[in-house]
């Protein structure tokens, strides 16, 4: 299938330089980068890491206990990283061709990472197939914030991004991930991904794409395999006409006391969007939660809600709650009656209707969620 | 202030309203009394402009302008407030915002909520799981925030304990500048002669009128004004016969 989709782009780009200060970008990329919540001066960042292409442009780490490495590096020096690399998603196929490019992100034992992680996914090439393969291990007690801002270049129109990630989140330790995609209106995107979540630990999954794509496809999974382990996912997608969405996310609860909560806001200006869920409880005492709520802002598109949920023992907890329309005409006029024109009462109510208050979120995290919702064309 | 000049109104194809003329001036207070389906919140609406309620004849005159074709917020911003029976809850957006939009004065978000005892509720979505009494409370720090010339209030005591009552009965004498003011020398003529925010009240049960001094009183049956007058002789009177006596007054 992966074969398939590469035919018709460009599979290796010309090679790029390593870039030491990336604020020497053009200031049309760097606002980009912005917009994907990645900030090339690094200020309030533990590290940093840019691929453009499939070149790897930029990679450092700036606190002691957070390693930020090329994959390709990071597998030469850890003979242990290869059990890693590879064991949640399996390799379909061998020797792609390509150099192994991706980034490698870990946090020791106990260190709690007083700043995020930002790492970058850019394609500046028209018409550019990009792979990688990323790996995150926050080993045990430690914690971590990672932004990935996954973005085309201001010029670019057509592209590929494949991404695979698997990510450990080991005893007690805490991964927020925080993905926001911005990408070329006719570019193909195919992320996959993998998290295996131990005892005590929590995974909070951040995804939004809030402008135009060509295709996106993905359904990462999280297993929460150790005991009290949680797992939240929050999903943000505008599509605007033109784009066609088919995401989900989905949650095995296998030890007891597990926890999920999937919160997914969707809204179409004429795209097509399926949002998926699936909570499975496989063990008793399991509880998950998953909403699904579309907002239809155009005559045309579709948004297609499929919430599932399996129960596979007797005591576990499992709900959801889907909702799919368009914009209350009730609400329209209430605002209305405060004083707002009709236009900004129902902008006031698509903003609200995205803004999903991610629990445990860092200020700074939400400040460039925020900007990122308030830069994004709603087409009204 | 208002006035309504043979009002006749539509939902749909079904006429709701017929030939309804009224007029409030600066500084007074109205009550409206009818039973259920009898039209007041139809006519409350109307005059507030909601768009599934259709003029299919007459006109509305407000500050001696006819804002007939007007939409609602443009109403809004010449100074009318409403408070809703049953508000809307909008995801997302907190109360706090919502006070925002709505304010005209300097007072912050903060000064409003805590005359009303709001003041933990200012974070929450609006109207998300407010209880009867709290909603109507969220209401009127709206409609505070707003401080209209023409207050209109579609029963704002349905579903209030007695406790909010006392609340609720003072923030509307505050909005219709009716609270009892320390003398201070002036006669109470002059007083009154200063007030200019009037109001219009839907109230089913006259409850109401405990809290809120009324001026005028109107009964709405089967969408006609049957009759006007001293709203708590209008009251007594129903409460003796109920409004079976009315439809001789409409015929």
């Not at chain 1, 870039?19 to 912005?34: A, C, Y």
């Not at chain 2, 609406?45 to 074709?69: H, S, V, Y």
């Amino acid at each position: 299938m992966v074969k398939s989709i590469k035919e018709g782009f460009l599979q290796e780009g010309k090679k790029h330089a390593y870039i030491e200060d990336l604020t020497t970008l053009p200031p049309v990329e760097k606002e980009r980068l912005l917009h994907t919540g990645v900030d090339v001066r690094g200020h309030s960042r533990a590290g940093t890491f840019m691929q453009l292409d499939n070149s790897v442009v930029h990679c450092r780490s700036v606190q002691e206990g957070v390693e930020v490495l090329k994959i390709g590096e990071a597998l030469e020096k850890y003979a242990w990283a290869g059990d890693y690399f590879g064991g949640l998603i399996p390799f379909e196929e061998e020797g792609l061709g390509q150099p192994l490019s991706g980034y490698f992100i870990r946090v020791l034992p106990g260190i709690n990472a007083r700043y995020p992680v930002q790492a970058s996914l850019y394609i500046g090439h028209e018409g550019l197939a990009q792979e990688v393969h990323n790996l995150v291990i926050i080993e045990e007690g430690a914690s971590l914030d990672i932004i990935t801002g996954c973005a085309t270049g201001a010029f670019v129109k057509r592209g590929l991004h494949i991404g695979i990630t698997e990510a450990y989140v080991k005893k007690g330790a805490k991964l927020s991930f925080t993905m926001i995609h911005n990408w070329g209106e006719e570019v193909v995107v195919r992320p996959r991904g993998a998290t295996l979540v131990e005892a005590g630990a929590v995974f909070s999954s951040n995804f939004f794409c809030l402008s135009g794509v060509k295709s996106l496809l993905m359904y990462p999974t999280t297993r929460l395999a150790g005991e009290g382990a949680v797992g939240r996912y929050n999903t943000i997608l505008v599509a605007p006409p033109g784009t066609e969405m088919d995401v989900g996310s989905r949650v095995q609860l296998s030890a007891p006391g597990t926890k999920a909560e999937l919160i997914a806001r969707t809204i179409t200006t004429g795209g097509d969007i399926i949002n998926r869920g699936h909570i499975a409880g496989e063990v008793p005492g399991a509880r998950g939660h998953l909403e699904c709520r579309g907002l239809m802002l155009s005559e045309r598109g579709r948004i297609y809600a499929i919430p599932e949920l399996e129960a596979l023992v007797a005591n576990v907890e499992l709900s959801h709650e889907a909702a799919v329309g368009k914009v209350a005409q009730e609400e329209i006029e209430y605002l209305m009656a405060r004083g707002l024109s009709e236009e900004e009462a129902t902008s006031t109510i698509v903003r609200g209707f995205l803004n999903v208050n991610i629990e445990g979120l860092p200020d700074m995290l939400q400040q460039e969620i925020d900007r990122a919702i308030a830069a994004c064309q709603l087409g009204m | 202030m208002l006035r309504l000049e043979n009002l006749s109104v539509a939902i749909g194809d079904r006429t709701v309203l017929e030939d309804i003329n009224m007029e409030i001036g600066p500084g007074e207070t109205h009550v409206l009394f009818g039973p259920n389906g009898s039209g007041k919140s139809t006519l409350l609406g109307t005059i507030m402009g909601f768009p599934r309620f259709r003029i299919i004849q007459g006109r509305i005159l407000f500050k001696d302008e006819d804002i007939t074709a007007l939409p609602v917020n443009e109403r809004a911003v010449r100074g009318m407030g409403i408070a809703f029976q049953r508000p809307p809850t909008i995801r997302g957006v907190l109360l706090r915002n919502i006070i925002e939009i709505a304010a005209r004065d300097g007072l912050t978000p903060e000064e409003l909520a805590a005359g009303l005892d709001l003041t933990a509720f200012l974070d929450r979505e609006v109207n998300h799981g407010f209880s009867g009494g709290e909603l109507k409370r969220s209401e009127l720090v709206q409609l505070l925030a707003q401080n209209p010339d023409l207050v209109l209030l579609d029963e704002p005591e349905s579903g209030v304990d007695l406790e909010n009552m006392a609340l609720i009965g003072q923030a509307i004498n505050h909005l219709l500048e009716k609270e009892v003011v320390r003398w201070n020398g002036r006669p109470l003529k002059e007083i009154r002669r200063g007030r200019t925010k009037c109001g219009l009240v839907i109230t089913h049960t006259g409850y109401i009128l405990n809290y809120v001094e009324a001026d005028v009183g109107h009964v709405l049956y089967k969408g006609r004004l049957s009759c006007s007058g001293n709203p708590r002789e209008l009251f007594g009177c129903i409460k003796r016969v109920g409004y079976r006596e009315c439809v001789h007054c409409v015929l």
